[in-house]
């Protein structure tokens, strides 16, 4: 909506309740709050709201369906119980860049059961000793911590994934067995029809040669 722009969505503005994603990044929020953003966006799937100076997500509204949040780069220093309540279908939560110090910040997120993905990378929490290992423990929901597992696997990004699914459909194409066997017919009927040339070639030349003797 431009950089410029206040987090106002007024009606006339994108109060449509068909939006499933909404992306706000660098605007102004309302005094550190969400301003315009009601509960008429309910099929809202994903929200980004990055460098948009939020302090607080008091005035987030019900938002049953949202699976991904964006919130990277913003003030915020806790007040996290609020997802639960109004998302409570989130998957995916990125609150890197944020103010969040200790693990009874986080501790609000436990409710987040379907929470999968969390992202605190260049907040001071970070900087706990035996950070990842708390957290994991902390939400043994979660699968992924700054983009990586427990195992230190990195998380797979959707889009490769469809595009590796639809490589081995095109080798699958390839590779089918009826296009190989037909190549090995015409090999095979062609190496026939040769023999019978070959046959036909040297019985003209033993002719040929027996006329030129005679």
Same mark, same amino acid.
């Not at 998957?91 to 379907?114: F, M, R």
């Not at 957290?135 to 994934?161: C, H, K, V, W």
């Not at 003209?204 to 030129?212: A, I």
């Given at each position: 909506?431009?950089?410029?722009?206040?987090?106002?969505?007024?009606?006339?503005?994108?109060?449509?309740?068909?939006?499933?994603?909404?992306?706000?990044?660098?605007?102004?929020?309302?005094?550190?709050?969400?301003?315009? %953003?009601?509960?008429?966006?309910?099929?809202?799937?994903?929200?980004?709201?990055?460098?948009?100076?939020?302090?607080?997500?008091?005035?987030?509204?019900?938002?049953?369906? %949202?699976?991904?949040?964006?919130?990277?780069?913003?003030?915020?220093?806790?007040?996290?119980?609020?997802?639960?309540?109004?998302?409570?279908?989130?998957?995916?939560?990125?609150?890197?860049?944020?103010?969040?110090?200790?693990?009874?910040?986080?501790?609000?997120?436990?409710?987040?059961?379907?929470?999968?993905?969390?992202?605190?990378?260049?907040?001071?929490?970070?900087? %706990?000793?035996?950070?990842?290992?708390?957290?994991?423990?902390?939400?043994?929901?979660?699968?992924?911590?700054?983009?990586?597992?427990?195992?230190?696997?990195?998380?797979?990004?959707?889009?490769?994934?469809?595009?590796?699914?639809?490589?081995?459909?095109?080798?699958?194409?390839?590779?089918?067995?009826?296009?190989?066997?037909?190549?090995?017919?015409?090999?095979?009927?062609?190496?026939?029809?040769?023999?019978?040339?070959?046959?036909?070639?040297?019985?003209?030349?033993?002719?040929?040669?027996?006329?030129?003797?005679?």
């Amino acid at each position: 909506l431009g950089e410029a722009m206040d987090i106002k969505l007024t009606s006339g503005l994108m109060s449509s309740p068909k939006v499933t994603e909404l992306v706000l990044d660098n605007c102004r929020s309302s005094n550190g709050e969400i301003e315009g %953003l009601n509960d008429s966006f309910k099929e809202l799937e994903f929200l980004s709201m990055a460098s948009v100076e939020l302090t607080s997500l008091a005035k987030l509204p019900m938002l049953s369906k %949202l699976r991904k949040l964006e919130l990277s780069d913003n003030i915020i220093s806790g007040g996290l119980e609020v997802l639960a309540e109004r998302c409570p279908n989130l998957t995916y939560l990125n609150l890197s860049g944020n103010k969040i110090k200790d693990l009874g910040t986080v501790e609000a997120l436990q409710n987040l059961k379907n929470l999968k993905s969390l992202d605190l990378f260049n907040c001071e929490i970070t900087n %706990l000793e035996d950070y990842r290992d708390s957290i994991f423990e902390l939400l043994q929901q979660i699968t992924y911590l700054d983009g990586f597992d427990q195992e230190d696997n990195e998380a797979p990004d959707s889009e490769d994934d469809e595009g590796d699914e639809d490589d081995d459909n095109e080798d699958e194409g390839e590779a089918g067995p009826p296009g190989e066997y037909e190549e090995e017919d015409d090999e095979d009927d062609g190496g026939s029809d040769l023999g019978e040339g070959e046959e036909e070639e040297e019985v003209g030349l033993s002719y040929l040669m027996k006329e030129g003797i005679q």
